[in-house]
């Protein structure tokens, strides 16, 4: 069984940059397809960015292309979601998750989440 443990989250200035990580305990993220998530009050969970943990390009939603960044780092197990120029619309809990191949829609394992709140 995998765990993933996000770390991060917290106030930021509008303008400003956060780095969240995503550990992964029980097994090695290797092949797998992992992601990052949020979800503001009242609004749907939203996909924001996700890569094979391996490398290759990521996919990036437009609302946040050019501010945020998806990267990993084998010998820790993690992934980072590296987040620049943030403003109050970005404030949301955020979640990673993981999928395994055969790689369908549905993500198999995900954090618990971490609070981002970005004060104007």
């Known amino acids: 069984q995998v765990q993933l443990v996000e770390s991060g989250g917290g106030l930021v200035q509008a303008g400003g940059s956060l780095r969240l990580s995503c550990a992964a305990s029980?097994?090695?993220?290797?092949?797998?397809?992992v992601g990052w998530f949020r979800q503001a009050p009242g609004k749907r969970r939203e996909f924001l960015a996700g890569?094979?943990?391996?490398?290759?390009?990521?996919t990036v939603a437009d609302s946040v292309k050019g501010r945020f960044t998806i990267s990993t780092d084998n010998a820790k197990n993690t992934v980072y979601l590296e987040m620049n120029r943030m403003n109050a619309d970005d404030t949301a809990v955020y979640y990673c998750?993981?999928?395994?191949?055969?790689?369908?829609?549905?993500?198999?394992?995900w954090g618990q989440g971490t609070q981002v709140t970005v004060s104007s």
């Open positions: 998750a993981a999928k395994i191949p055969p790689f369908g829609y549905e993500y198999n394992y």
């Open positions: 029980g097994r090695t993220f290797t092949n797998y397809y």
């Open positions: 890569r094979l943990y391996s490398g290759g390009t990521a």
